[in-house]
Nanobody, 119 residues
């Protein structure tokens, strides 16, 4: 069974840091592109960061560039999102997503982990 399990969310003060982890199983992790999305209350889900299967290329939402870093450890089947200089507007549920091609592109989603940035 395909599983993506996020962890590391919680309450943090503005300017603080948090590292999210997503542990994957049930598919060939090293062949999948990985992404982090977030959804704030009342807003659409948005792509925060993505990383290629080899980790050779990354992309970021403009508002998080310079503050967030996505990385992966294929030996551990885990993708990370290091979040620094957090702002209240970063408050959202963060979701891990895997994208894998098998006849067509298939997306696998984690359950989400909540991040709250507040003083």
């Amino acid at each position: 069974q395909v599983q993506l399990v996020e962890s590391g969310g919680g309450l943090v003060q503005p300017g603080g840091s948090l590292r999210l982890s997503c542990a994957a199983s049930g598919f060939t992790f090293s062949s999948a592109s990985m992404s982090w999305y977030r959804q704030a209350p009342g807003k659409e889900r948005e792509l925060v960061a993505s990383i290629t299967s080899t980790g050779g290329s990354t992309n970021y939402l403009d508002s998080v560039k310079g503050r967030f870093t996505i990385s992966r450890d294929n030996a551990k089947n885990t993708v990370y999102l290091q979040m620094n200089s957090l702002k209240p507007e970063d408050t959202a549920v963060y979701y891990c997503k895997a994208r894998y091609y098998y006849n067509s592109y298939i997306n696998y989603w984690g359950q989400g982990t909540e991040v709250t940035v507040s003083s």
